[in-house]
């Protein structure tokens, strides 16, 4: 069973940048690969991009490419989201998981014009 909890969300303005985290615990976290949603309101969940076991294997959506980096520290047992040139429709909850199995709770962020 791993354990996540996602922290770093906030309110920022256009252009800004956040660093969200995954931390894990319990489980093998560095033998799955970890990834990103975030569900904005009224919106279904949408996938942001995904980590595997390595931080050369990465994969984003098109809306984040470029402007968001995903990378792991296996010792820390945690995962990290860098948004950079943050826009409004980055306004979500943004949500880790590990295997496609086991969820965070969400963190908010918020971009405001």
């Avoid at 906030?10 to 690969?33: D, I, K, P």
Wanted: some cysteine; glycine content about 14%.
């Amino acid at each position: 069973q791993v354990h996540l909890v996602e922290s770093g969300g906030g309110s920022v303005q256009t252009g800004g940048s956040l660093r969200l985290s995954c931390a894990a615990s319990g489980g093998t976290f560095s033998e799955l690969a970890v990834g990103w949603d975030r569900q904005a309101p009224g919106k279904g969940r949408e996938f942001v991009g995904f980590i595997g076991r390595t931080n050369d294997d990465t994969t984003y959506a098109a809306s984040v490419k470029g402007r968001f980096t995903i990378s792991r520290d296996d010792a820390k047992n945690v995962v990290y989201l860098q948004m950079n040139s943050l826009k409004p429709e980055d306004t979500a909850v943004y949500y880790c998981n590990a295997g496609r199995k086991y969820y965070g709770q969400g963190t908010q962020v918020t971009v405001s014009s």
